[in-house]
């Protein structure tokens, strides 16, 4: 057996089904090994989009996705990838192929010093020196990326070490990392505190961040919430985490947010935010949630409570453990009145949208495509005006809901949509993006259409970076620079030149025919949605 | 402003001390000195890290150092609570005139001349940060050449009981 064996052998030990990359000479060595394996290889057109679709995956399986690219520009090129999957604490495995190991250092071709450079955007990062230390360096890699507060662990593995015999192949059970201990279960004395707060509080809210889908937490805290009557507002990575239409949740904060939601969350007098890390487009001036009320910040990362924020009762641990915890004592609340309030506020504070008959509304369009979508449907939304309307008008049942929040990487959604069908392919997926956004990914059509992944797209079309447009349009008083993407190409033809069914919407007269008939069957689509290019989010 | 001193044992591995300060530039924390160095057991190095900033700072330090996977222990102490020494080494031009001015002030300090030439000479200083401020100024009348300082090293003062 040699290096590259025993990395796919890790692999497979950890159950891992499909890697997505881009092979180059320094990697060939685990291309060759990963044939004689049952796992499914996915050639993703470029790498950026390999850590994506891996992203894609881990957020429906739970479990690390792994991607694999050659060095020098393969790893470099994977760094967007690696760096908002951190931003969101997705657990990813970054393989990437190194030059000859007597050769680094020495600037040789294609050499990229990518532990270095990755290093502000990696949970932990390895060098291999040695082929025997293969087994080990992934069993703890898998266990860095997937527990606490997960993230994307990057294995740099020289070609020479891919090469060299390893005899003594065994996959270790356990990991032991001296250093590495996160904190899981929750202080009871702590969680004593939150109880009695709670008791006490006339105006108690839940804010849940992305940690709660991260922590697979999202049915324990519904239980949670619905048990004590507790209105739920998120974070946008917390989308999901409730369905929007229950009666308990009052929507997305922040500055992108809802009215109400914001309200809910200053006017409330016990704030517990799960999984969030209180970061400037959720929560705006972290002041105002510190003052006039008991702030729980509950986090199975220490250093996120009290970086942004100081909370009155901090709170570290799993979020699923620590619902359990809370699910477990038994204790009274009185929200009725504050429910009432909430309940008022939503009713009187609805966004005052004044669409222009001659395009597609996509305040109207989304709310109709998602009240069309399977129960269990995948949303993936792009970033841009696109991703504002996903998050306001798109309506979660039972489904997902996934997109860039921390970095906010544009081109993020067509192939974390890949990421996500390959991993379920029997669900609903469709990839929401702008026209901007599309392009950044258009490449990944190929993919698709290569490895039969079946991801339905639409594209908001309305001929610029609208998102920058708009911010332009506020700050600079229309004064447009660099945001006109005249020049983009036909999507009719594109999609013709990939064999991709096409669908145009041009106002929303036929919007519910043109849904039915994107949703009719299990294939791809791209549909296309003209939007007027002066619509604005705010 | 607060100062605080980090004692961070970490693992003795390349490309940690990398991984650290750049911890620091990232986040925009100060860093006053740093000093490496192995310890008794062959595989941990520690590190001793002044740094100063304002109460969330110092505590995110702290937070952001434990979060590195190749960071074992972080100890903090206030420089009150342990004992801190640096070492500094000056060459200074000395002449006639101010020479023994100088040997007098190493007396005083407890500094040591290390080494000498007709024109120039080394002095050693091993002191407390405060001390090592106070000779540096002192020498300001006489023309330096040349410092090279450690940065602080410090231990927590000793205990009834070590753990």
Same mark, same amino acid.
């Given at each position: 057996?040699?290096?590259?064996?025993?990395?796919?052998?890790?692999?497979?030990?950890?159950?891992?089904?499909?890697v997505?990359g881009y092979?180059?000479?320094?990697?060939?060595?685990f291309?060759?090994?990963?044939?004689?394996?049952d796992?499914?290889?996915?050639?993703?057109?470029?790498?950026?989009?390999a850590?994506?679709a891996?992203?894609?995956?881990?957020?429906?399986?739970?479990?690390?996705?792994?991607?694999?690219?050659?060095?020098g520009?393969?790893?470099?090129?994977?760094?967007?990838?690696?760096?908002?999957?951190?931003a969101d604490?997705?657990?990813?495995?970054?393989?990437t192929g190194?030059?000859?190991s007597?050769?680094l250092?020495?600037?040789?071709?294609?050499?990229?010093d990518?532990?270095?450079?990755?290093?502000?955007?990696?949970?932990?990062s390895?060098l291999v020196?040695?082929?025997?230390?293969i087994?080990?360096?992934?069993?703890?890699?898998?266990?860095?990326?997937n527990?606490?507060r997960?993230?994307?662990?990057?294995?740099?593995?020289?070609?020479?070490?891919?090469?060299?015999?390893?005899?003594k192949?065994?996959?270790p059970?356990?990991?032991?990392?001296?250093t590495y201990k996160?904190?899981?279960?929750?202080n009871?004395a702590?969680i004593?505190?939150?109880?009695?707060?709670?008791?006490?509080?006339k105006r108690?809210l839940?804010?849940? @961040?992305? @940690?709660?889908?991260?922590?697979e937490?999202?049915?324990?805290?519904?239980e949670f919430a619905?048990?004590?009557?507790?209105?739920?507002?998120?974070?946008?990575?917390?989308?999901?985490?409730?369905?929007?239409r229950?009666? $308990?949740?009052?929507g997305?904060?922040?500055?992108?947010?809802?009215?109400?939601?914001?309200?809910?969350?200053n006017e409330?007098?016990?704030? $517990?935010?799960?999984?969030?890390?209180?970061?400037?487009?959720?929560?705006n001036?972290?002041?105002?949630?510190?003052?006039?009320?008991?702030?729980?910040?509950?986090?199975?990362?220490?250093?996120?409570?009290?970086?942004?924020?100081?909370?009155?009762?901090? $709170?570290?641990?799993d979020?699923?453990?620590?619902?359990?915890?809370?699910?477990?004592?038994?204790?009274?609340t009185?929200?009725?009145?504050w429910?009432?309030?909430?309940?008022q506020?939503?009713?009187s504070?609805?966004?005052?949208?004044?669409?222009n008959p001659?395009?597609?509304?996509?305040?109207?369009f989304i709310?109709?495509?998602?009240?069309?979508m399977?129960d269990?449907?995948?949303?993936?939304?792009?970033?841009g005006q696109?991703?504002?309307?996903?998050?306001?008008?798109?309506?979660?049942?039972?489904?997902?809901?996934l997109t860039?929040g921390?970095?906010?990487?544009?081109?993020?959604?067509?192939?974390?949509?890949?990421?996500?069908?390959a991993?379920?392919?029997?669900?609903?997926?469709?990839?929401?993006c702008?026209?901007g956004?599309?392009?950044?990914?258009?490449m990944?059509?190929?993919?698709?259409?290569q490895?039969?992944?079946?991801?339905?797209?639409i594209v908001?079309?309305?001929?610029?970076?609208?998102m920058?447009?708009?911010?332009?349009?506020?700050?600079?008083?229309?004064?447009?620079?660099v945001?006109?993407?005249?020049?983009?190409?036909?999507?009719?033809?594109?999609?013709?030149?990939?064999?991709?069914?096409? $669908?145009?919407?041009?106002?929303?007269?036929k919007?519910?025919?043109?849904?039915?008939?994107?949703?009719k069957?299990?294939?791809?689509v791209?549909?296309?949605?003209?939007?007027?290019?002066?619509?604005?989010?705010? | 402003?607060k100062? #605080?001193?980090?004692s961070?044992l970490?693992?003795?591995?390349?490309g940690v001390?990398?991984k650290?300060?750049?911890l620091?530039?990232?986040?925009?924390f100060?860093?006053?000195?740093?000093?490496?160095g192995?310890?008794?057991?062959?595989d941990?190095?520690r590190?001793t890290?002044?740094?100063?900033?304002?109460e969330?700072?110092?505590?995110?330090i702290?937070?952001q150092?434990?979060?590195?996977?190749d960071?074992?222990?972080?100890?903090?102490?206030?420089?009150? #609570?342990c004992i801190?020494?640096?070492?500094?080494?000056?060459?200074?031009?000395?002449?006639?005139?101010?020479?023994?001015?100088?040997?007098?002030?190493c007396?005083?300090?407890?500094a040591?001349?290390v080494?000498m030439?007709k024109?120039y000479?080394?002095? #050693?200083?091993?002191?407390?940060p405060?001390?090592?401020?106070v000779m540096?100024?002192?020498?300001?009348?006489?023309?330096?050449?040349?410092?090279?300082?450690?940065?602080?090293l410090a231990?927590?003062?000793?205990?009834? #009981?070590?753990?």
């Amino acid at each position: 057996m040699i290096g590259a064996d025993a990395i796919v052998k890790c692999l497979e030990a950890e159950g891992v089904t499909t890697v997505f990359g881009y092979p180059g000479v320094a990697i060939c060595p685990f291309y060759n090994s990963i044939l004689n394996s049952d796992i499914r290889t996915v050639l993703i057109r470029t790498e950026q989009n390999a850590a994506h679709a891996a992203s894609g995956m881990a957020r429906l399986t739970g479990k690390p996705g792994v991607c694999a690219v050659t060095s020098g520009p393969g790893a470099t090129n994977l760094i967007t990838g690696i760096a908002t999957a951190f931003a969101d604490s997705i657990p990813l495995i970054c393989i990437t192929g190194q030059v000859n190991s007597e050769l680094l250092g020495s600037d040789v071709f294609q050499e990229a010093d990518i532990t270095g450079a990755a290093e502000s955007f990696v949970k932990y990062s390895y060098l291999v020196r040695d082929a025997e230390e293969i087994p080990r360096i992934f069993k703890e890699a898998f266990h860095i990326a997937n527990t606490g507060r997960k993230g994307p662990v990057l294995i740099d593995i020289p070609i020479d070490v891919q090469n060299a015999v390893c005899n003594k192949f065994k996959y270790p059970e356990e990991v032991s990392l001296r250093t590495y201990k996160p904190t899981v279960k929750g202080n009871m004395a702590q969680i004593k505190k939150v109880i009695k707060g709670l008791e006490k509080a006339k105006r108690p809210l839940i804010c849940a @961040g992305g @940690g709660v889908l991260i922590g697979e937490a999202e049915h324990k805290l519904r239980e949670f919430a619905e048990k004590h009557n507790i209105p739920v507002v998120s974070t946008m990575m917390g989308i999901g985490a409730m369905p929007t239409r229950h009666p $308990l949740y009052f929507g997305m904060v922040g500055n992108n947010g809802r009215a109400y939601a914001n309200r809910a969350m200053n006017e409330s007098d016990m704030l $517990l935010m799960v999984g969030a890390r209180v970061a400037d487009r959720a929560v705006n001036q972290p002041e105002v949630i510190t003052r006039n009320k008991v702030l729980v910040h509950m986090d199975v990362d220490p250093a996120e409570i009290g970086k942004n924020a100081g909370p009155t009762i901090p $709170l570290v641990g799993d979020v699923g453990h620590i619902f359990d915890d809370l699910l477990a004592e038994e204790f009274e609340t009185d929200s009725a009145e504050w429910l009432e309030t909430l309940a008022q506020y939503r009713a009187s504070m609805p966004i005052k949208r004044n669409p222009n008959p001659k395009y597609v509304d996509p305040a109207k369009f989304i709310t109709m495509l998602s009240e069309s979508m399977k129960d269990d449907a995948v949303y993936v939304a792009d970033v841009g005006q696109n991703q504002i309307w996903s998050c306001t008008y798109h309506i979660v049942k039972n489904g997902r809901f996934l997109t860039s929040g921390g970095m906010g990487t544009m081109g993020y959604s067509i192939p974390a949509a890949m990421g996500a069908k390959a991993a379920c392919m029997d669900r609903q997926v469709i990839a929401v993006c702008g026209d901007g956004s599309f392009q950044m990914s258009m490449m990944e059509l190929a993919t698709m259409r290569q490895h039969k992944i079946p991801v339905k797209i639409i594209v908001l079309k309305n001929g610029y970076l609208g998102m920058v447009r708009e911010y332009q349009h506020y700050t600079y008083k229309d004064n447009y620079s660099v945001v006109d993407l005249s020049g983009s190409p036909d999507l009719e033809k594109l999609a013709a030149a990939y064999d991709l069914p096409f $669908l145009r919407l041009e106002n929303m007269e036929k919007a519910q025919e043109t849904i039915d008939a994107f949703l009719k069957d299990d294939g791809s689509v791209l549909l296309e949605c003209v939007i007027d290019p002066m619509d604005l989010v705010k | 402003m607060k100062k #605080q001193i980090y004692s961070v044992l970490v693992e003795n591995r390349s490309g940690v001390l990398c991984k650290v300060a750049g911890l620091f530039s990232r986040r925009c924390f100060n860093i006053d000195s740093l000093a490496v160095g192995e310890t008794e057991i062959g595989d941990v190095s520690r590190m001793t890290i002044v740094s100063s900033g304002d109460e969330r700072t110092i505590e995110q330090i702290e937070k952001q150092l434990n979060k590195k996977l190749d960071v074992i222990k972080v100890k903090t102490f206030e420089e009150q #609570q342990c004992i801190s020494r640096e070492l500094m080494l000056i060459k200074v031009k000395y002449n006639k005139g101010n020479r023994r001015d100088i040997t007098e002030l190493c007396d005083i300090m407890k500094a040591q001349i290390v080494d000498m030439s007709k024109h120039y000479m080394m002095i #050693q200083v091993c002191d407390t940060p405060e001390r090592i401020k106070v000779m540096l100024s002192l020498l300001q009348s006489v023309s330096v050449v040349e410092v090279a300082r450690t940065g602080t090293l410090a231990l927590s003062k000793c205990m009834e #009981q070590e753990d």
